[in-house]
């Protein structure tokens, strides 16, 4: 039940997305792209109930329950981000907007933003973290819950091996690309 909730939140994100941005610049409806948007985190918290509720229901935790709780954190993290993104190069495609902001190029400027992504990510673990560990104390059951403690030991690979961007900017700096005028 839980992989096809998260296959259906990452969906319903996309499909929420796409219409409300289409509304937005495409029919000129703000009202119902304001409500399309903000709709957007509510699919999170379907997702967080149908987690506990499996757990609670009996459910041992897998794999699933552990992607439930990253997707989680990375919506909290990164969804707003990620929704700023698609606005600008839905404005930008559609309705003539200006071009969207791209990353600087290089530099210490790209290191310093290339560090910021990080410490996002480990945000993101954490929240993922502190998440499978609410569960983990909800259940009170170490036998249903020891995969998620494996998760979130196996997951802290991606803070692990993201760290070597902003590491490689530092160290080697890309020249920044001349400012097109």
């Known amino acids: ?41 509510l699919l999170d918290v379907i997702l967080l109930v149908a987690a506990v509720i499996d757990m609670r229901g009996g459910a041992v ?27 600008a190069k839905f404005h930008h495609r559609f309705a003539g907007g200006p071009p969207p902001w791209k990353p600087p190029s290089g530099g210490m400027v790209r290191a310093r933003y290339e560090w910021g992504i990080w410490l996002r990510i480990v945000l993101a673990y954490g929240i993922a973290c502190a998440l499978l560990l609410g569960l983990v104390w909800l259940v009170d059951d170490p036998s249903r819950t020891g995969a998620l403690v494996d998760f979130m030991y196996g997951m802290l690979k991606v803070p692990v091996i993201a760290l070597l961007w902003p590491i490689s900017y530092t160290l080697w700096p890309k020249k920044p690309r001349p400012e097109s005028t």
Do not use: K, N, Q
Request: proline letters at 1%.
């Open 1 to 41: 039940m839980i992989f096809a909730v998260i296959i259906g939140c990452e969906v319903g994100f996309w499909v929420l997305l796409l219409l409300g941005l289409a509304s937005r610049y495409l029919w000129r409806r703000r009202r119902l792209s304001t409500a399309l948007l903000l709709a957007v985190p």
């Open 61 to 87: 935790a897998d794999v699933r329950h552990g992607l439930a709780a990253a997707y989680l954190a990375y919506s909290i993290v990164f969804g707003h981000r990620t929704i700023r993104w698609a606005d």
